[in-house]
């Protein structure tokens, strides 16, 4: 292949290539400006902390508020069904206007002589007044009502359950926060991997420009030095946004505002150390909230068919009335009189026939109890396979990242030394590009591998419901 030795071509190829530069550097560095005014000024940055990011999480996210509104809810709840212990007091008043007085007919003997109906009245008489005026108090209370008391316990077992609910969207929330936070910290390792690839290749393009000015490299070696300059532009794009993205997602499900300027603290290499730890063997899920939960919906179950069972039981009642009544055809409430009536009594009420309404019940909440157990069952069933899974991914990823680890340290010596070579024309640019892009591969292995590892002992600790003290707390 020729090659222009005129040299004004010479220095229009320089102008050109440096054109190039500039405007390469310029676009990504607008790109930057415009991703950090988006968020806000970079000096106004709040770096969190993994712990940071946990305890604003718990606080401000919103399945974690809703759960503890729900906790909130089901105790008014249960104090609503306690209520029914106490007696019900009620007031009452009433007015009634006759519009047509009833009637009466009497049959009476008339000196004794047995009239009969031939010596009554035959006409009839009215009776009663034109206005009734009625006001009281009534009282009533259950003295025995088994499944009443019943009841209440199964109210308790409300409340128990919504804080278990609780407590899942507390763990739920804070494996969702470490899996956002890892990926934006693997977002942030990508973009200074492509950003060193950049750099590495905006160097190679200078230099073969210079060997290409002294005729030392082609013009095959210069067009190949600027293609993979201008490849690796969009990769560090990419890379821009999925911080961005991931920063956004970190906001969501902390349940912060998403314009706030906040970015995370540290490295992915900053957690690299757990993955020398040894996971549990033992898969124990005593902790695991959706057993828990299901746990005590076997318990309600358990109580309801002992409730529904009850209700063949006989209820005593206390009842107490005290009212005072008024007839008048005026409206003078100061000549009214006023008769008081009042009663106290027991009330026994003993259940007889229902059409088989209360059996049925019985049966129905037999069956409940019944497909509770299989979902229990199917339930442990899946996450003792879940917990395989993640353990099997970080074991892994543990020995993933003790091969990529191996890896950079060889590519990056190996780059070192096609670039030396690449420098006195003892090797090809195409060597030194695949040297660059082993120790890409290998760097990005790296951080892969430990993101996998992190992201699977997220769901692991999820799965197994870890209980958390000092700076992430779960139980309440």
Not at 43 to 66: G, H, K, P, W
Not at 195 to 210: F, G, I, R, W
Not at 245 to 268: C, F, P, R
Not at 347 to 365: D, H, K, M, T, Y
Request: some cysteine; proline content about 2%.
């Amino acid at each position: 292949m020729g090659r222009n030795n005129n040299p004004s071509n010479g220095i229009i190829f320089v102008a050109n290539t440096r054109l190039l530069h500039m405007y390469m550097k310029k676009s990504f560095l607008i790109f930057l400006a415009l991703c950090s005014a988006f968020s806000g000024r970079a000096q106004d940055t709040v770096y969190l902390t993994l712990e940071q990011a946990l305890q604003t999480a718990l606080s401000e996210n919103a399945s974690v508020r809703i759960a503890d509104l729900e906790i909130e809810r089901t105790g008014y709840a249960r104090k609503g069904t306690y209520a029914s212990l106490f007696p019900q007091i009620d007031g009452s008043g009433s007015y009634q206007r006759t519009i047509k007085k009833q009637v009466m007919y009497m049959d009476f003997d008339i000196g004794g002589m047995g009239g009969g109906s031939e010596g009554g009245t035959r006409d009839g008489f009215e009776v009663g007044r034109w206005n009734t005026w009625s006001t009281g108090v009534s009282a009533n209370m259950p003295l025995v009502n088994a499944q009443l008391w019943k009841s209440l316990q199964i109210s308790d077992q409300d409340v128990e359950l919504a804080v278990e609910k609780a407590r899942a969207s507390r763990l739920e929330t804070v494996t969702q926060v470490k899996k956002a936070f890892f990926t934006v910290l693997l977002a942030k390792e990508a973009l200074n991997v492509y950003q060193s690839v950049y750099d590495n290749a905006l160097e190679n393009l200078e230099l073969t420009q210079k060997k290409f000015n002294a005729q030392r490299a082609s013009e095959l070696d210069l067009t190949r030095a600027k293609t993979t300059l201008a490849n690796a532009v969009p990769n560090m794009y990419d890379a821009a946004n999925s911080v961005e993205l991931g920063l956004w997602q970190l906001k969501a499900v902390m349940g912060v505002d998403l314009d706030s300027n906040i970015d995370v603290a540290g490295t992915l290499q900053d957690y690299s150390a757990q993955m020398l730890e040894a996971p549990e063997s033992g898969a124990d899920l005593s902790g695991n909230s959706s057993l828990r939960q299901l746990a005590i919906q076997a318990e309600q179950l358990s109580n309801t068919i002992k409730m529904q069972q009850y209700a063949f039981l006989p209820s005593l009642a206390l009842g107490f009335n005290y009212s005072i009544n008024a007839m008048a055809n005026d409206y003078n409430f100061s000549q009214y009189k006023w008769s008081p009536y009042s009663y106290v009594g027991l009330s026994l009420s003993i259940p007889i026939f229902s059409g088989g309404r209360r059996l049925n019940a019985v049966r129905q909440a037999k069956v409940q109890a019944a497909e509770l157990d299989i979902q229990r069952t199917n339930t442990e069933r899946q996450l003792q396979i879940a917990i395989r899974q993640y353990l099997g991914t970080m074991d892994t990823a543990t020995k993933s990242y003790a091969s990529a680890a191996s890896a950079v340290e060889t590519a990056t010596k190996a780059y070192s030394i096609a670039r030396q070579s690449y420098d006195v024309g003892r090797s090809t640019l195409t060597d030194l590009n695949d040297a660059q892009l082993a120790l890409t591969q290998s760097k990005l292995g790296v951080c892969q591998a430990i993101f996998s590892y992190l992201s699977a002992k997220s769901d692991l600790e999820g799965t197994l419901g870890a209980d958390f003290t000092e700076n992430n707390v779960i139980n309440e």
